[in-house]
């Protein structure tokens, strides 16, 4: 049960927030939990929007931003998150059960994508304070300055998304996946 009260349907959400639930509508075929809540505050779910849109059209492919997604969902310890991209990484991201475990756990099968996943992890855990080695490695593995600027953001957004739903204890709406713990 989430510690805000959600808005049951867009029709009750506030007024500068029914459209963009259904822009979410219309790009998912459903509002989520997580948009829902965060329509609470329209000015919230419009930069919420804002980024995520944003970076969906980067140099990064789907399926390292799910992969990402899933180690820092994995480090925060956030269930809904979790669910939802272990969800998306199989659906959408087409994420075998071996490429979303590697993720969890802060890699990946991939070459290339295992030092994305790697650096992000270290951004996640190290608050930042990544040392030289791990920059180092990101580079070597091909990426650009403006691609590991992205990776930077998707650690910031998945971030983010972890703490909102850790505090309001958002009521998952996926197949439920538990996180083994928090970093």
């Known amino acids: 049960m989430p510690r805000i009260t959600q808005p049951a349907s867009i029709a009750e959400a506030p007024a500068a927030s029914q459209p ?37 059209k980067g140099a990064l492919p789907a399926q390292t931003r799910e992969r990402i997604a899933l180690a820092i969902a994995e480090i925060n310890g956030c269930d809904y998150c979790l669910s939802a991209h272990t969800y998306l990484g199989k659906n959408l991201a087409r994420l075998d059960d071996a490429e979303i475990a590697a993720n969890r756990n802060g890699a990946s099968n991939d ?36 691609q590991i600027v992205e990776i930077v953001q998707h650690v910031a957004l998945n971030t983010w998304t972890n703490t909102f739903n850790n505090v309001f204890q958002t009521e998952i709406d996926f197949p439920i996946v538990t996180a083994r713990k928090a970093a």
């Not at 822009?23 to 329209?42: D, E, H, I, Y």
């Open 20 to 56: 963009l639930l259904e822009a979410v509508v219309r790009q998912l075929g459903s509002a989520p939990n997580l948009f829902r809540l965060v329509a609470t505050s329209p000015q919230a779910l419009d930069g919420y929007l804002a980024l995520s849109g944003a970076l969906a």
């Open 111 to 146: 070459l290339k994508a295992d030092a994305a996943v790697r650096f992000a992890a270290s951004v996640a855990r190290s608050r930042g304070h990544v040392d030289d080695a791990d920059f180092a490695a990101v580079k070597l593995a091909g990426y650009t300055d403006a």
